[in-house]
């Protein structure tokens, strides 16, 4: 935890200003500098599906932290020394030499994204009572770390930029991913160490390929009898009845001694079991690509807020853009209050151990996000009916339910892809949640545009003007909310048909 609370303050160190950067030092415009954010962005998030197969395939977790850390300290530094004067570096070299430590900082802190938090949660043993409820306890403080970091960096390393410079304002987020990896090492005699067993992704197409080549064998009525390799292929996952196709990959044709030299003809249960385990988890994962679309449109929420009254008393005007540190006050706030207060009743009302299950934590942060918006609507409507004559304290509970949408969903979601994944295939699944942001946020992308281009007609500016009091924010939002509802109900019909990977038959 403290490895992600420093990492991740050297994240948003770099997130939090980087449009400011490339505006003022790089000279782009904003058009260029928003493009160049997004694709920066979605290097972040596309890169833990790498790191994530190194880690599964060959490294391990802890060696693949290791390598990644590494990058991404060279990477830091990089765009630490990008930020010097004149006189050590040119301004005909800066851009590039800035672009080369942004692009390291994000190959190296996307690909640790999938391994760090599956790491922490492997030092609990989950055959073990005492540790099974403090596992999920781990997730919880694991994301509070994460914007204890964030917090951190939203206000004191953004006002050093702002105060000593872009050396001092990148140098420092740097030093912070140095201590990241000591706080990292220091632990390295005490944990607990899981070894990869080979690409998750290519068990899985052998599965896939062996069941197409045997799809006119008939499956047995017995799954004891389908092939399951010799005792020493390690821990073994229990036969089940869906998806009952890929049972064919794991139909013995042939002597069953010669299937180490055929992995592509026949497979065991146990790797047909892992990719069972993936398919079921699809559409839950489809449905955290809308729930992140949701909250990508927090960004709409300081637009909204310039255009409402800001001074509180005579002399004091609220920063817009400052509410945003409701939004992580409020996780910070939340995340201990869940652990001490909802997870107690919870397991006294339901008789869970963990209080409530990965999936309803899910759909309790999913049906929160719809009320985030429609509060957001609704103080829009008001607004632009008292032409902004309404205090900008009335944005406050929409960052407040966005915050605890975060802790009951996004921390629900990670425990989820852990828990639920193979034990061979943690940090893949743990990726794929990482994906769901980026994918949420080109959804995003898709749904604005749309919606700009469906509204601004016959001279009209549209929902989503570039002056608010010309368009329809409150719609816009009202759109989202919608749409939120409907996967929330898409999510409770999966989440009801969904199993644990515990309770399977």
């Known amino acids: 935890m403290g490895t992600e609370c420093l ?36 290097t972040c998030y596309i890169a833990p599906l790498a790191g994530a197969i190194v880690a599964d395939s060959c490294l391990g977790r802890y060696r693949t932290i290791l390598a990644f850390f590494s990058i991404y300290i060279i990477g830091m530094g990089t765009m630490a020394l990008s930020g010097a004067s004149p006189a050590v570096i040119s301004r005909s070299t800066q851009p590039a030499v800035f672009s080369l430590g ?71 987020p740097a030093l912070c991913t140095v201590l990241a990896m000591a706080s990292f090492l220091l632990g390295s005699a005490m944990y607990r160490y899981h070894q990869p067993r080979g690409s998750p992704v290519v068990r899985a197409c052998q599965v896939v390929v062996a069941a197409v080549r045997k799809r006119n064998v008939v499956l047995p009525h ?74 990508v449109q927090q960004p709409l929420f300081p637009v909204q807020g310039r255009a409402m009254r800001r001074r509180l008393g005579v002399a004091f005007a609220v920063p817009a853009a400052s509410l945003n540190s409701v939004y992580v006050a409020a996780m910070l706030v939340l995340v201990p209050l869940y652990d001490a207060a909802v997870v107690p009743a919870a397991r006294w009302l339901t008789g869970n151990e963990r209080g409530l299950t990965e999936l309803q934590r899910i759909g309790a942060g999913m049906a929160l996000s719809v009320a985030a918006m429609a509060a957001a609507a609704t103080v829009e409507g008001r ?59 080109y959804l995003s992308s898709v749904i604005v545009t749309v919606v700009s281009r469906a509204t601004a007609r016959c001279g009209s500016p549209g929902w989503i003007a570039d002056d608010v009091d010309d368009g329809h924010l409150d719609r816009f939002f009202w759109l989202v909310a919608g749409l939120s509802s409907i996967n929330l109900v898409v999510f409770i019909c999966c989440a009801k048909r969904y199993k644990y990977k515990d309770s399977i038959n």
């Open 7 to 42: 990492g991740q303050l050297a994240f948003f160190g770099v997130q939090y200003s980087l449009v400011t950067f490339l505006t003022t030092q790089l000279r782009q415009g904003n058009a260029e500098a928003a493009r160049n954010f997004s694709m920066w962005q979605g």
């Open 102 to 172: 942004l692009y390291l900082m994000a190959i190296g802190a996307g690909c640790i994204k999938s391994c760090v938090g599956p790491f922490g949660a492997d030092q609990f043993d989950g055959g073990d009572a005492m540790e099974r409820p403090k596992k999920s306890s781990y997730f919880n403080w694991f994301y509070f770390a994460m914007y204890v970091g964030a917090l951190v960096s939203g206000s004191a390393v953004v006002w050093l930029q702002d105060n000593f410079g872009w050396l001092v304002g990148f140098g420092v």
């Open 222 to 295: 017995d799954g004891f009898v389908l092939y399951d390799g010799p005792a020493e292929e390690g821990r073994r996952m229990a036969h089940t009845d869906q998806f009952r196709f890929l049972d064919k990959a794991a139909v013995a044709v042939a002597v069953p001694s010669s299937a180490a030299a055929q992995p592509w003809r026949l497979c065991t249960v146990t790797q047909v079991e892992e990719l069972k385990a993936i398919v079921r988890m699809l559409p839950v994962w489809a449905t955290g690509i809308v729930y992140c679309m949701v909250l």
């Open 383 to 441: 607004r632009l009916a008292a032409a902004g004559e309404v205090s900008i304290a009335w944005q406050v509970p929409q960052y407040v339910l966005l915050g605890a949408s975060a802790v009951f969903a996004h921390i629900g979601q990670l425990e989820f892809f852990y828990n639920q994944a193979p034990d061979s295939m943690r940090s893949l699944c743990s990726a794929l949640g990482h994906m769901t942001c980026s994918l949420g946020g």
